[in-house]
């Protein structure tokens, strides 16, 4: 058993939290390695909720077939803003499509087009 604790601090409002967390694995005296999967573990977490804050990913609804293909459109576009290291992907999702033309340049610039 390992008992884990975070200390957390909100970025917006910098107030600072602790929380405890326990995990439960049948793995002997292989402590890093738990210690990997579970930090890979929150890893997962964080980039599910950036996508579902970024591109609503929760409430999208789409066919079967399609839903690997906008998926990987998905990953693709929150790889492109993370190397650009906007501050606010959602705002710049937002001017861009707005601001059409401004998404064509962006995609030149970097050499996706």
């Excluded at 804050?53 to 929760?58: I, K, M, P």
């Amino acid at each position: 058993m390992i008992r884990l604790k975070r200390n957390i601090t909100e970025v917006k409002t910098q107030k600072k939290s602790t929380e405890i967390s326990y995990y439960i694995s049948n793995q002997d005296n292989n402590y890093l390695e738990l210690c990997h999967a579970i930090r890979g573990h929150w890893s997962v977490e964080v980039n599910n909720h950036v996508r579902n804050v970024t591109f609503a990913e929760d409430d999208l609804t789409t066919k079967k077939n399609l839903s690997r293909s906008m998926a990987g459109l998905r990953t693709l576009a929150s790889g492109i803003l993370n190397q650009c290291k906007y501050s606010n992907k959602k705002a710049q999702l937002d001017n861009f499509a707005d601001k059409f033309d401004e998404l064509i340049q962006f995609l030149k610039s970097i050499k996706f087009l």
